[in-house]
């Protein structure tokens, strides 16, 4: 089913799920649940008040393409968890300007605006937009839009940077250039901490490895996620958190992260390999440099990055 937005953050090749349910980000089992029975009974066939057989039949593919893959997604613990952690690191290249984004919507925008109680002003712009969501059909996808562009804002908000975005895109003044001073003197005063986050890293990215290697992909993305706790940008761990997602056929959260790996560090072997992989999943077509043997050395190359020998 096509999904003509190209609105927050289905700007990124994502779903935002969140958006589709028409709840809030932090939202729990109890109201995901709730919300998705009553947008059911709206859209479901059997319950469904069309006015004609055209309208029940788009009624029926919203719910069945749209709403149920979106519940399926947010209504499991583990795999909502998996998820907001992608759009959050979504929110956070927004933020610090590594990915590229424009506000169209007046929800998103007056959000933006807000300089206080901004959890209070996200509720009160996301409720109406998603009581009439799905009231008509035509404006669904309107709806959804909307409603996907005031999460990303309010997810830029979770990452403490919007208000220097949205203020200073062009000019960097000296209240900007005194707190780049004062982070850099922080860095300077406390470099004993630099090699403790290093050496996590490292172990978490090997243990990654040895899990991808034997397709233990659950674990992958476990000992990733961890990781990036410590290094939000890591490129290396996106690159493997996009591999663990790619060999799951979750094709939109695999291309999330390995693109997000090559705009953190483009020379990183391993984004540079993962980006390989998917570039050769989405147009199988195109022809691998190389012979068998040459992919066989390659993947060894890969696999011996941290530690020699492939295990």
């Known amino acids: 089913m096509a999904f003509p937005i190209q609105q927050g953050l289905f700007q990124f090749d994502i779903i935002d799920h969140y958006a589709v349910l028409g ?13 998705y029975l009553k947008i059911a009974y709206r859209l479901h066939p059997d319950t469904c ?33 998996e998820y907001r952690l992608i759009i959050s690191q979504i929110g956070k290249g927004v933020a610090q ?27 009160k712009l996301l409720q109406p937009l998603a009581v ?13 839009a909307q409603i996907s562009e005031l999460n990303l804002v309010y997810l830029m908000f979770s990452e403490g940077q919007t208000q220097k975005k949205l203020t200073t895109p062009a000019y960097v003044g000296a209240a900007a250039m005194a707190t780049s001073s004062t982070q850099a003197t922080t860095i300077t005063q406390e470099p004993s901490k630099i090699p403790d986050v290093e050496t996590g890293i490292t172990s978490y990215i090997r243990r990654a490895q040895d899990s991808l290697s034997m397709g233990n992909y659950a674990q992958v993305i ?3 996620r961890d990781a990036l706790k410590l290094e939000p940008n890591d490129s290396t ?3 493997l958190l996009g591999l663990a997602y790619l060999r799951q056929d979750q094709t939109s959260m695999a291309r999330v992260h390995i693109n997000q790996a090559i705009k953190a560090n483009p020379q990183d072997p391993i ?7 998917l570039d050769q999943l989405l147009n199988p077509n195109i022809e691998m440099l190389g012979s068998k043997s040459k992919n066989a050395k390659g ?13």
Request: charged share 30%; glycine share 2%; net charge positive.
């Open 271 to 277: 984004a540079i390999e993962s980006k390989k992989e």
């Open 132 to 144: 009439d969501e799905y009231l008509i059909l035509d404006g669904v996808y309107q709806k959804i």
């Open 222 to 224: 476990l000992e990733i």
């Open 23 to 35: 709840v809030p980000l932090d939202a729990d089992f109890k109201e995901i649940r709730q919300r």
């Open 97 to 123: 300007d590594t990915i590229n984004t424009t506000i169209i919507t007046e929800p998103a925008k007056k959000l933006a605006q807000v300089n206080k109680n901004v959890e209070t002003a996200y509720q």
């Open 49 to 81: 008040r069309a006015k004609n057989n055209v309208e029940k039949e788009r009624a029926g593919q919203l719910f069945s393409k749209l709403v149920n893959p979106a519940y399926e997604q947010l209504s499991r613990e583990q795999s909502r968890i």
């Open 237 to 239: 761990s996106h690159a």
């Open 299 to 311: 993947q060894k190359n890969f696999w011996t990055l941290f530690n020699g020998k492939k295990k």
